[in-house]
C-alpha cells in the first residue's frame, strides 16, 4: 500500500494514504476538523463574552496583575524568589479577590454533566482548595547534562 502525492491549497505537498479507506478517513478527519473550526469560530462570535470567574478578560487581567506582580516583584522590579510557600499565599489571595469561586459539577436530566460556578465571602475559616494531583507513577524528568568547567 503506497501514498500519492497532492498539493495542498498553500502549494504544500502532502502524502495521503492510496488505498479507498485510508482516503475515507482522512476525509472524516478534514470534516470533523471544518466543523470543529466552524463551531470555534461561531462562539467567539457569539454575544457572549468570555468570562473568567464572572470577570471579563481584561478585568480579569487587571485583577490578577494588581495582585500577582506585586507578590512576584520587589519594589525595584526584580523577580523574587519562587516557591511552593509564595505560591500558595498568591493562589490565597486571588481566590479571595475573586470572592472564593467554587465549581459544581450535577447530573442532568438529559444524563450530562453541568457545572456551575458559585461565590461566597471569604471569612478567616475559608481557604482556596489544595488539589493534590498524584504524581507517583509519571517518569523522572532528565535534566540536561551541563558542561564541565
Known sequence: ??????????????????????????????????????????????????LIHGHPTEEYQTIYHSLVDSMVCTASGRPRPYSLEPGLRIKQRLWETLRCPTLREEEQPDGQLGRTEGFSSPTLRSFAPLIEVDISEEPVPKHPQRPQQ
Open 1 to 50: 500500500m503506497g501514498t500519492v502525492q497532492t498539493e495542498g491549497g498553500d502549494g504544500d505537498r502532502t502524502a495521503e494514504p492510496s488505498n479507498p479507506a485510508g482516503t475515507q478517513e482522512l476525509s472524516s478527519f478534514r470534516a470533523e476538523t471544518a466543523e470543529r473550526r466552524e463551531r470555534e469560530a461561531a462562539l467567539q462570535e457569539s454575544s457572549f463574552p468570555l
